[in-house]
């Protein structure tokens, strides 16, 4: 979330939401209009606030439509992210802005919809190849942390979901593992190539024309 929040100001004027899911950035980002999208395959769509929704080929807007597209956490269920991306590309204003999260190291979900993971060198050649010129680019969660959090997600989906621990006591757990891994990352030296998410903000660029 203080990721999103901290590239805000690149939101602007109409803003689309892919794989909107409830729309928890709404309140953070101060656009005109923001509209959400869902993809048609998406588990939960019962609990979304989706506004329309994806096929898996096109976008279901002219060109040049929205001042700024968010995309959280979705590239990754894409099985042809360079159709998705041209498609972004497409319906992005000229010289508007692309906000995009997604995960290097995390763990299966969403099966069976859960088709990549991006190095930071992959994420932006990926992006550049569609004509999306990368301005920001940051590791979130980075080092002991990402372990931490690696370690939280494991023993929730391994232990605690399958056993019958009262919730206090995953509260307990979790608070315990973060105030270790809080304590060892002021002790052990920091590794920014081990990180949970690339956070990345892309301006649409046109191409040049062949004569």
């Known amino acids: 979330?203080?990721?999103?929040?901290?590239?805000?100001?690149?939101?602007?004027?109409?803003?689309?939401?892919?794989?909107?899911g409830t729309k928890p950035y709404e309140p953070?980002?101060?656009v005109e209009s923001y509209?959400?999208?869902?993809?048609?395959?998406?588990?939960?769509?019962?609990?979304t606030k989706h506004?329309?929704?994806?096929?898996?080929?096109?976008?279901?807007f002219a060109s040049d439509s929205f001042d700024t597209i968010i995309s959280t956490q979705v590239l990754e269920h894409s099985f042809n992210?360079?159709?998705?991306?041209?498609?972004?590309?497409?319906?992005?204003?000229?010289?508007?802005y692309l906000i995009l999260t997604v995960p290097f190291i995390w763990d299966e979900h969403e099966q069976p919809y859960d088709y990549a993971r991006y190095t930071s060198f992959g994420i932006i050649h990926l992006l550049e190849k569609n004509n999306l010129e990368v301005i920001i680019h940051e590791k979130l969660c980075t080092g002991i942390p990402c372990l931490v959090q690696i370690l939280n997600v494991y023993i929730y989906k391994i232990i605690l979901s399958k056993l019958k621990i009262p919730k206090i006591f995953h509260?307990?757990?979790?608070?315990?593992?973060?105030?270790?891994?809080?304590?060892?990352?002021?002790?052990?030296?920091?590794?920014?190539?081990m990180y949970l998410d690339n956070l990345v903000v892309a301006k649409k660029i046109t191409p040049p024309q062949s004569n």
């Open 1 to 20: 979330m203080d990721g999103i929040k901290n590239v805000s100001p690149y939101a602007s004027g109409r803003l689309l939401d892919i794989g909107c």
């Open 28 to 30: 953070f980002l101060k």
């Open 35 to 47: 509209e959400g999208l869902e993809i048609e395959s998406s588990n939960n769509l019962h609990q």
């Open 51 to 60: 506004d329309s929704l994806y096929d898996g080929q096109n976008l279901p």
């Open 81 to 96: 992210p360079d159709k998705l991306l041209s498609e972004i590309q497409r319906v992005l204003k000229p010289h508007s």
């Open 171 to 193: 509260k307990f757990i979790y608070l315990t593992l973060n105030i270790i891994g809080f304590g060892a990352q002021h002790l052990i030296p920091k590794s920014d190539d």
